[in-house]
């Protein structure tokens, strides 16, 4: 297989590799949005509950679109680089932090945080690019002791695959391809996923 047709076959095909975890006490956490319609049917089929967890990188300085970082609700993950001044390191970091916070409170509204101590938890994403904004998550989610971290994804490049292969529990992915560019490349559809769209699947799966 060199290309998945869309995010429904992606989950479908994660699912199965991810039916170990059947019965676990765990929790599937999408990175959203694109993480969302993939993570959503996992969930169902593992009978665990889903969540979102919001980050986002820090683009350079000079060209956004480059991740020289990524932010979560409460962790950053930043290696220092001489052509970047610190003050700007740390007001990107409180600029995208607030934004955080309101996309969080938009996306689980009334919903509890579900405690990730001891759960297995696996962390849902449509593809690894340069891998910034999931290396955040991971480090999120190891600040709450959890059993075990899984990353699922259904295509990252060979050195972002080996790379979370060796930081969490388990690494699943379906293609590592050698010449990599971009995650859509790899899907025939490859659609936007939009806010509204998330917020259903999270309401859909509260009433599974």
Not at 63 to 74: K, Q, R, T
Not at 181 to 196: P, R
Request: proline share 8%; net charge neutral.
């Amino acid at each position: 297989m060199d290309m998945i047709r869309n995010r429904e076959e992606a989950a479908q095909l994660l699912a199965e590799r991810l039916q170990k975890y059947t019965g676990e006490q765990g929790v599937v956490l999408a990175i959203p949005r694109g993480g969302v319609p993939v993570a959503a049917p996992i969930a169902k089929k593992l009978g665990m509950p889903l969540e979102v967890t919001v980050s986002k990188k820090i683009g350079h300085p000079l060209n956004p679109e480059f991740a020289i970082g990524a932010v979560s609700m409460d962790s950053v993950s930043y290696s220092p680089r001489p052509d970047v001044p610190e003050e700007y390191i740390k007001r990107e970091v409180e600029r995208i932090r607030e934004s955080l916070k309101q996309k969080y409170k938009l996306f689980m509204g009334k919903r509890q945080h579900i405690p990730l101590q001891d759960r297995v938890v696996i962390i849902v994403d449509d593809g690894i690019a340069t891998g910034r904004t999931l290396e955040a998550t991971v480090e999120l989610v190891r600040k709450e002791h959890p059993r075990k971290i899984v990353v699922a994804v259904p295509v990252a490049p060979p050195e972002a695959a080996t790379r979370f292969s060796k930081m969490v529990d388990d690494f699943v992915c379906l293609l590592t391809p050698p010449f990599f560019q971009a995650v859509g490349q790899f899907y025939v559809e490859f659609s936007q996923t939009s806010d509204e769209e998330v917020i259903q699947l999270l309401e859909e799966q509260d009433k599974v």
